[in-house]
């Protein structure tokens, strides 16, 4: 492989999208980037290649630097770990670079931004990796043409199993 393998994995909100990257992440032991599971309801944080996880969704906001979007709280200091991640994934030595998701926050410049828009940037210069990326189905073409996202191969929960043996 001399060059990269995007994949955007969209789906439905609660089809399996995460889930799905868990199941790579246990096969796979070459693995770098963040998935943002539910635990308990609530969205918790995963730093892949460390295999640490952060509380990062919260039920009141009690802090003054908390993320709000419609009805859900974030820990931004958890979006803080995330840049540092996005930042350092164009020199990882893993194969395979996992981002769990981009969604309204970064469409709306917060959230996982700026870090994410400078990866993206530069995703054509990471050879020989496979990337993928996760965006909710109803918000792909706003995250395409955002990012101006090429040459990517877009999959379901179903068709992303099948394409890597799940």
Partial sequence: MT????????DAIQSGKTSALQLLCNSQTSVAGFLTPDINQL?????????ESFAFQKTIADKIDDVIIGKFIFENAVFNKAHSILAQLHSTSNDIIIIDEI?????????????????????????NKTIVLVIR?????????????????????QQFKNHFDL
């Fill in 3 to 10: 060059a990269n393998n995007i994949f955007i994995l969209s």
């Fill in 43 to 51: 969205r918790v944080f995963v730093d892949i290649e460390k295999n």
């Fill in 103 to 127: 969604g309204k926050l970064e469409l709306a410049d917060k959230g996982f931004e700026p870090a994410l828009h400078l990866f993206i940037e530069k995703i054509n210069s990471i050879t």
């Fill in 137 to 157: 189905d109803y918000l792909l073409e706003k995250c395409i043409a955002k990012y101006s996202i090429q040459h990517a191969t877009i999959l379901n929960v």
